[in-house]
């Protein structure tokens, strides 16, 4: 069914989440036993708090992560989904991710509703560097200030361009495709209703139940998404 939907659709828009990178090597957040957050406690390492009260844990965090997405790349399934921008199967995608897999793949229309991993910048004057710097353990701007990884995080507004896209992406859905998300995080997780409530069909694909499966017109629970991707995509 959703292979038709697919072609039959006028605006397709993918939402994916940390699920979509797993196959790429990283981790998600909320897996059973293996997910981030089932070994950490994200308000203590993820949050705006702890950048400034709990800088080491901060720093040793989120300079593990970084190490991650300039170790790992995009696999299959962020290709199949740039090669659908291209052939207009596609028209955008949303993503929570923020390890800037899918314009790694080719895909251009991306909103990253949660900013990238792949940047630093400084909390003082907000110069913008490469995450590379995290890496060489270098954490100080060029003016003193402390240099933080350009991601949301908990308790920060997501980046208006970002968020002002995907909802009107999400209005001028008629195809909206969540890969791999859990949908527990606000306000991310509300953009498949706006697309519901503007008439989309909706599509989750995730290992695992998700918050919103109530909503969905097609649920594809327990298949990798590469898998998935690539048998959609077989002729
Ligand atoms: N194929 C299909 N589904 C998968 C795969 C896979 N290969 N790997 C993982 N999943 C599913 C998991 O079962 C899980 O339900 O992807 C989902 C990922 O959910 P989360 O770990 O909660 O990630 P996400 O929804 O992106 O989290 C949202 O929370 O901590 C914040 O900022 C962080 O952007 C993140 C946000």
Request: proline fraction near 3%; glycine fraction near 8%.
């Amino acid at each position: 069914m959703l292979k038709k939907w697919i072609d039959e659709a006028k605006h397709t828009v993918v939402f994916t989440g940390a699920g979509m990178s797993t196959e790429s090597g990283l981790p998600d957040f909320r897996s059973a036993n293996k997910g981030l957050w089932q070994s950490k406690d994200p308000s203590r390492i993820a949050s705006a708090d702890a950048l400034n009260n709990n800088v080491s844990e901060f720093i040793a965090f989120y300079r593990e992560r970084v190490q991650g997405v300039r170790e790992y790349g995009p696999h299959k399934g962020h290709h199949i989904l740039a090669e659908w921008e291209k052939q207009g199967k596609v028209q955008s995608i949303i993503t929570q991710n923020v390890d800037g897999f899918h314009q790694q793949a080719g895909s251009r229309k991306v909103a990253e509703l949660h900013g990238t991993l792949q940047k630093l910048h400084c909390q003082a004057c907000g110069k913008v560097y490469d995450s590379e710097d995290y890496i060489n353990q270098d954490y100080h701007c060029s003016c003193g200030g402390i240099l933080r990884p350009s991601v949301v995080l908990f308790g920060e507004t997501l980046p208006e361009e970002a968020f002002d896209f995907a909802m009107s992406e999400a209005r001028k859905s008629d195809l909206f495709i969540v890969m791999g998300s859990s949908l527990s995080v606000t306000p991310a997780n509300q953009f498949p209703i706006i697309a519901k409530d503007s008439g989309a069909k909706i599509v989750i694909i995730n290992k695992e139940q998700t918050e919103m499966d109530h909503i969905a017109d097609q649920v594809i629970q327990g298949n990798e998404i590469g898998e998935v991707l690539a048998e959609l995509n077989s002729p």
